[in-house]
Nanobody
């Protein structure tokens, strides 16, 4: 199993940037593909970005493509989400998740989840 802890959320203004981190512990981090998801109030949890075990393959939701960048440092057992040009519609709780098998954008494919970190973007 793997345990995940997100950090880096906060309150920012539209146009600002934030970098989220997700630190993993437990089984070998490099054996997992990682994903970032978010859930806004009253909405379902949705896919944001994913990265394969090596970092060579990434996937993004259309809504964040070109603004957000997912990356990982296997030596530090950490995955990052760099968020630029944030907009009020990016306000949500952001979760990281881990899975083995294949990189995926489907949240039901991820068995391991962190507790989430709040990102609030004011206009």
């Amino acid at each position: 199993q793997v345990q995940l802890v997100e950090s880096g959320g906060g309150l920012v203004q539209a146009g600002d940037s934030l970098r989220l981190s997700c630190a993993a512990s437990g089984r070998t981090f490099s054996s997992y593909h990682m994903g970032w998801f978010r859930q806004a109030p009253g909405k379902e949890r949705e896919f944001v970005a994913a990265i394969n075990w090596s970092g060579r393959v990434t996937m993004y939701a259309n809504s964040v493509k070109g603004r957000f960048t997912i990356s990982r440092d296997n030596a530090k057992s950490t995955v990052y989400l760099q968020m630029n040009t944030l907009q009020p519609e990016d306000t949500a709780v952001y979760y990281c998740a881990a899975r083995s098998g294949a990189i995926s954008e489907l949240l039901q494919n991820y068995p391991y989840w962190g507790q989430g970190t709040q990102v609030t973007v004011s206009s």
